[in-house]
């Protein structure tokens, strides 16, 4: 099993992108282009083979020290590969990490676990869309049924296409209650403008009166879509809006091979959101090493 650890420069990012895209456990996370965005300082990678499996290394430095941590905008990375990937596989490459990187703080992808590394699993939440409309809402929570039936007599509008980033910037920013760093709304920004572009995402808004009130961002991959960024503002809470949007954006990908991949989440009353759609669990692994040795 040979791992070779390459440089950002001597990547071949066609070879690396098919490896990622072919992948039992493919994730826009990996594919050059996200990582391009989310890792303003680099990334290297560890390959085994012939690009058979990769694995990114998001690079981070400080006080002269350079060490692997988990981009902004980034739930899961670790080992993708096209074969299947067995406990052997992770251990070996993350024993293949240079010890030059003096710190590991990642979160290895839902299909890494490894007895042998001292990993924590973190809570995601899926729903597979591969059923009708029907059946999938057959699994809602009562409690979500009522409010998307509120919601529907709410004379709520609902956009699956809308264009202007900046707007959807704007209300993202005007919904939190601690303002997140300049640099990190940069390049929220340019993953929202080149998934667009790419057909690698989509936003919806929910808009009561022509003011959007409810609004979320979806990346789109081959069989997912990642529900990555979603906010409403105090009237989109009272009128239920959020229901709306996903219980349509379910409505809209039923009977399909996608996969809506919530993000998450550790708090309970997000998680309770989500699961109140039938999501069920799939843990992902965060991994913390200090690579002294």
């Not at 996370?29 to 965005?37: C, F, R, V």
């Not at 694995?55 to 002269?64: A, E, H, Q, R």
């Not at 993953?191 to 057909?199: A, D, H, R, V």
């Not at 919530?262 to 991994?287: D, H, N, T, V, W």
Request: proline content about 3%; overall charge neutral; some cysteine.
């Amino acid at each position: 099993m040979n791992i070779t650890y390459l440089k950002h420069k001597d990547i071949d990012i066609k070879l690396w992108d098919a490896c990622v895209s072919n992948s039992v456990n493919q994730l826009i996370y990996a594919e050059s282009w996200y990582l391009n965005l989310v890792c303003p300082e680099g990334w290297d990678a560890l390959i085994l083979e012939d690009y058979q499996a990769v694995m990114p290394l998001p690079l981070k430095s400080k006080v002269g020290l350079s060490y692997i941590q988990q981009p902004i905008w980034t739930q899961q990375l670790g080992i993708f590969s096209i074969a299947t990937i067995t406990e052997e596989l992770v251990f070996k490459f993350v024993k293949s990490v240079p010890k030059k990187f003096k710190f590991i703080s990642s979160n290895l992808n839902y299909n890494n676990a490894c007895n042998s590394l001292p990993l924590i699993a973190k809570t995601n939440l899926i729903l597979g869309l591969n059923s009708s409309y029907d059946t999938i809402k057959s699994s809602y929570s009562s409690n979500t049924k009522r409010n998307i039936n509120k919601a529907s007599k709410n004379n709520i509008e609902l956009d699956f296409d809308f264009q202007n980033i900046s707007d959807f910037i704007a209300f993202i920013e005007s919904t939190l209650e601690t303002p997140l760093p300049d640099n990190d709304l940069a390049i929220l920004k340019q993953i929202i403008t080149q998934s667009l572009k790419g057909e690698k995402g989509f936003i919806i808004t929910a808009s009561q009166n022509n003011e959007i009130t409810a609004a979320c961002f979806i990346l789109k991959s081959e069989n997912r879509l990642i529900y990555r960024v979603a906010r409403s503002n105090k009237e989109g809470k009272e009128s239920k809006a959020m229901f709306l949007i996903v219980d349509e954006l379910i409505r809209k990908h039923s009977n399909t091979n996608y996969v809506l991949d919530f993000e998450g989440s550790e708090i309970k009353g997000i998680a309770r959101f989500y699961e109140s759609f039938g999501a069920e669990k799939q843990p992902y692994y965060y991994l913390k090493k200090y690579n002294l040795i």
